[in-house]
């Protein structure tokens, strides 16, 4: 019986590939699944398949590194009436999948944009091999090549915590596809290899693998939410408590570790001067996330991720950036702050969508 939807986060490796054999059929109009209690199952496997998402899910097949890969997206059709003919792609953080969109989709399907929602290699119904060089390059790579397969060609681009780095790594790889960028408390604001100590791979794997459903509570409720868990949050639990439930949990750790190191490892803070796209920066100030702090002393510890100050330099650096901070807000605005989130982005999305077309129409 499958378990209903849970409302629910290097160099460039060649891609002599994405021979596009995609399998998407063409989009429908958006049929909304119903939203489910709190998760109850037996466990999740590797790619999801007992778990409905919002929306119909679709399959784009490609190769890469000599694999034969899946992505898994959902490509919802607009059901409003003022129709735009233009899309907002979103992309998810290193927690999530591509499922905890569906507060943001309906919204912006309402208002006339079609959104596609990718899960990248190694999240969510994707696939996720257990030998493979992830980057950012390639994240944003796979991810365009996507969207020729669907035949969009600009789009918005939304990310938020992991999904703002590959959002920044597209929009400075494929400027002229990047009608917008709005970042949603990104990660990778600060280069914390500077200051964390580098683990290798086995440490972030032995780390994956020595979690509970209580260790995975106890995190999102203190980093993202101050210590208020509402009921309202549960779909963001959901995911990972299924997956340590279920019978993958060895290779989703595996992905999650090489996912870690990619991170740590890949910055893009540096180049945020290059981006030319008009850029929506929503920050909760009370963030505080930043990879690997547990492992420097607490004075160090103090000084990192403090994304009120990070969020201003990325405003300064990046040439058409606009900033939002929201005060006491943590690392999921879309869930803590909906109304106010939503109509951030909105309003931005609105106001590009109208200045993209000529004067008087």
């Avoid at 086995?202 to 208020?228: C, H, L, N």
């Avoid at 103090?302 to 994304?307: A, C, E, S, W």
């Amino acid at each position: 019986m499958r378990v209903p939807y849970l409302s629910c986060f290097v160099s460039f490796v060649a891609l002599a590939l994405l021979s596009a054999c995609a399998s998407t059929a063409v989009s429908t109009q958006a049929t909304e699944r119903p939203k489910p209690g709190p998760y109850q199952g037996p466990g999740y496997d590797l790619r999801l398949s007992n778990m409905d998402y919002p929306y119909e899910t679709k399959v784009f097949s490609f190769e890469s590194q000599g694999r034969n890969l899946e992505m898994v997206y959902m490509d919802v059709l607009p059901t409003g009436q003022a129709l735009r003919d233009e899309t907002v792609l979103l992309l998810h953080g290193k927690n999530f999948s591509g499922a905890y969109w569906a507060g943001t989709i309906k919204p912006l399907i309402q208002r006339g944009y079609r959104v596609v929602v990718p899960d990248q290699i190694g999240f969510g119904k994707s696939s996720k091999p257990g030998h493979f060089q992830y980057t950012f390059q390639g994240f944003a790579s796979y991810t365009q090549a996507l969207l020729d397969t669907l035949k969009v060609g600009k789009v918005h681009v939304v990310g938020h915590s992991m999904g703002g780095m590959v959002a920044a790594r597209f929009a400075l790889m494929f400027p002229d596809r990047t009608q917008s960028l709005i970042l949603v408390n990104p990660i990778g604001l600060e280069d914390w290899k500077r200051v964390v100590p580098y683990k290798p791979f086995e440490w972030w794997f032995a780390r994956e693998q020595a979690k509970t459903p209580e260790k995975v509570r106890a995190y999102m409720t203190s980093s993202y939410f101050d210590g208020q868990w509402k009921p309202a949050y549960e779909p963001l639990v959901d995911l990972q408590v299924g997956w340590i439930q279920g019978p993958d949990t060895e290779q989703i750790a595996r992905s999650s570790a090489m996912t870690y190191e990619m991170i740590f490892t890949q910055p893009v803070v540096y180049e945020f001067n290059l981006i030319q796209a008009p850029t929506l920066l929503i920050i909760g100030d009370r963030d505080r996330t930043a990879l690997g702090k547990n492992l420097v002393s607490e004075e160090l510890r103090k000084t990192l991720g403090l994304y009120g100050d990070l969020a201003r330099k990325a405003q300064a650096a990046i040439p058409k950036a606009r900033l939002e901070l929201l005060p006491g807000i943590g690392h999921i605005p879309q869930y803590e702050a909906y109304e106010t989130y939503l109509a951030l982005l909105t309003g931005f999305l609105d106001e590009q969508s109208a200045s993209a077309k000529p004067a008087g129409l």
